[in-house]
């Protein structure tokens, strides 16, 4: 069983935000509004975030692209009452709406901010997107064409389309990429098996110094980063 | 081809898939039941229709999915060499122009006669015959009575094919007045090519094949196009080859290129001219320029090398920049010793009142090192060559009405080697000179946002007799129409469309209606068609014979490419690998060299009787003056554009307003953004309201204390502002266009942007 893993490299980031849109489109994330912004609620699946530091004019400020981390020890997992979050056998954290009671507790518990609570009425037009991918059949009920109110919402590492990829024996991380991998210009995300050493994932942590967020936390994050 | 490329390549394949309604078991275990799918979503059909983007001037090549009749991802075409089948951030928000609720859905006639900024205009719908009625019989009007160069013909973003039509329109109909946005942002970079080797176009930068970058102000990953190219190379340079390219950022904001440049070093805003001209001080007197390429292709070295060494010694241009001299130095050295190097200018640093000769200074700064036309240089942009069309058929009105002077000034001694002064018309409305229009018609524009002091563009516009709009939604501008024409989007309609150079070698796309339009709407091709039909006669007679229609006019102008099965199933036509070192024929000035003192600028200004002084031909930097006193306005402010500011004229896109300020973690908002030392000083706190007012006007503001930033500088994003359009962008954020003064670059006519001075005060 591939263990999925990301990794993104600092250094040929620029923040562009491609990833984070082409989250949103594939994933029917809806937007947010201005109000939403400034309440924090607006829904992100993957979102880029700035680190400043320094002073004027040895200022440093780092643009991380954030993805749920699918942590191999995964907090939102424990504290769950509901086991609706659960990890897959590949590693991959999944959140199930249907199993979801709201309680919210896995927001909290999240070290690196991951997850959204989708507070809007599922009528709300945004919601209702009457054209899921084509791929559905072979994806089961997910992504959910229509959205589930009072549920918390998360990254999937766009599991539909590895499932799918490994079905039809495709090459996930070279033929077949989660949605923001794929649209990034600088090709700066990089996914695949992090225990096949013959993987780019692999190769990229073997030949560079990396770094996980918070890993002291002991959550064993699969996002790693190369940074500058 | 890799494997990525050749997993996005077959996707380009048409699929109509049908997908069971019955669905298997459910992934998420036993414990979820089947949802019940709503009528009509058991059998699926999925498209990827080849087109292109026109969120910005780069017009990347795109993918768009379609499933069940619905646009819903937008991706990158592996085909397109450009951009090497990558999209930005602004490609995938083209599902929310398409799809925005604000879009205008018919044709619209305004009933309330007075016009002005917040005025309703009293829309009423009406048919597309009575609209193209009204406007064919002002149109035949204003041509009947002799006075064609009366029409006012204003572009804001147009694919490269309804800029050819809109130009020729003006041609066959008689005036000299198109005028696009481009001297709001492009030209004074334009013209410092110009000076040195006669192409008034920017430069195209081998990216990919550099090994260092010196960045005077450009925003390469951010606004400077062609945009997605340049990310991509980003990566390349970074971390795709054994030798890591290095890159420095002169700017007085610390940029996101600047983020994620190798070293920032701010400027004095304004100064980078002299900059350029001390690193060429330095790069002389150590002896480290490229003897041979200036012996053998370049003139005026001398007199260049007496001003670099007598005027630009770094100790006294670190007075005049900020920047210490040993750092001027430092950079001097890397740049001429690691090969091939780019100096690249970009708005930053051209948009100011000298900003021709800086721009000059520094693209000098290239050809001091032998980085022209060689790999990780400077590169001559290859166009595309559309089938020629015949020459538009002139009558005498047409003739007289092109002879006369523009409204724009340009090419006077005014504007002396100006192709186009934008936000001069607005004061030639004004003043009815050198003649009234009688007649405006805009495409895409939206001046009255986007160019300085943008309240003078809504007088000129309550001024204008008679008015009509093509854009897709209803603008700041279109609030001043007569007549109001819903065009489609990009993403419903037929065009090609090329890059602002960049990658060297040629390549086009194609635009083709990924959805049926989505209202009564046309594509302003289309448009100028009927229009030009209506009016007959020669009109009539030059749009004859070149397809008809907006896509027999894309059929008709791509044809030599390729076939038209394979265009449209491929959507991109590339042209033959660049070729470098074609020192014989890029130089196009008198001597037919690279000039350090320019040959073309001398002949012109003979032209215009102008004097000329032992300055006025060489590369040099000038004092900006700028429009405020420094003891009541002691700030300089600039703008910049991120990213997600989209070039269309409307923000009313949710994914690119939640996400528009990444530096700060912002959505849905601009800030004034100011150095804490001195929001210290002026008692301002982080998120505190303030007045940021200049001269002229004044607005209010959220602050935004930063670290990023010169001291002296306070700088505001575009694209916000909106006065009308979409609840996504009316009354979010500030528009600093409103309290921009109107100050020009003489040689080139482009708008200076950063030299206003404000005040900030609490509000």
Known sequence: MARWGMVIDLDKCTGCQSCSVACKAENNVPHGSPEEHEKRQAPFWHKVIAVSNGTYPTVKTDLIPMPCMHCDDAPCVTVCPAKATYRREDGIIIQNFRRCIGCKYCIVACPYGARSFNYREPDDEEYHRPDPPPERADRGIWPFPHRVHGVVEKCTFCFHRIDKAVKEGKKVGEEVLPACAEACPTHAISFGDLDDPESQVARLLASRQSLRLREEMGTSPKVFYLPK | MSRRTFIKLSGLAVAVLAASRLLKRPALGSAVSSPELPEGEGVITEKWVPTSCLNCATRCATRVRVVNGRAVKVAGNPLSRVSEGENCARANVGLQVLYDPSRATTPLKRTNPTKGRGIDPGWTEISWEQAFNEVGERLKVLRGKGQPERLLLLCGLNTVSAEDIIRRFADAYGTPNVVSANGLNNEADKAGEWLADGHYTQSAYDLARTNYILSFGASILESYKPLARSLRMWGKIRRERPNRAKVVVIDPRYSITALRADRWVPINPGTDGALAMAIANVIISEGLYDTDFIKRWTSGFDEYRKLAIDYYDPEAVAIMTGIPADTIRQIAGEFARTKPAIAWRGRGATSWPNGSYSSYAIFCLNALVGSIDVPGGVTYQEDPEYRLMPEPVEDDPAREGKARPALDLRKTGRFPAAEVVTNQVADSILENKPYPVEMAMGFNSNFNMSAPGAGRWDEALGKVPYYVHIAPFISEMAEYADILLPSTT?????????????????????????????????????????????????VGQSFAGIGDDAQGFVRYRTADFTSWDRLLEQGVWVGPDYEYYKYGRIFHTPSEKFEFRSGNLEALLKGTGEEINS?????????????????????????????????????????????????????????????????????????????????????????????????????????????????????????????????????????????????????
């Open chain 2, 490 to 538: 990009f993403m419903e309609e037929w065009a090609y469309d090329h890059s602002p150079p960049g990658s060297g070698f040629a390549e086009i796309r194609i635009k083709q209606p990924v959805v049926e339009p989505l209202y009564d709407t046309k594509s302003n091709i289309d448009i100028v068609f009927e229009i030009a039909g209506r009016l007959g006669g020669t």
């Open chain 2, 615 to 763: 300055l006025t031909c060489l590369p040099h930097y000038e004092e900006v003056k700028f429009l405020g006193d420094s003891g009541d306005y002691p700030l300089v402010l600039t703008t910049y554009q991120p990213l997600l500011n989209i070039e269309n004229g409307s923000q009313n896109y949710p994914w690119a307003q939640e996400m528009f300020l990444v530096m700060h973690g912002a959505g849905w908002t601009n800030f004034a953004e100011i150095n804490s030392k001195t929001a210290r000083s002026l008692g301002i706190e982080d998120s505190d309201t303030v007045w940021v007012e200049s001269p002229f006007n004044k607005i209010k503001v959220k602050a935004r204390v930063f670290e990023g930033i010169h001291p002296g500088v306070v700088s505001i994003a575009r694209g916000q502002g909106h006065r009308t359009g979409g609840e996504w962008a009316r009354g979010i954020g500030v528009n600093p266009n409103e309290i921009i003064g109107v100050d020009y670059d003489r040689l080139s006519g482009q708008s200076a942007l950063f030299n206003t001075r404000v005040r900030v005060y609490r509000a």
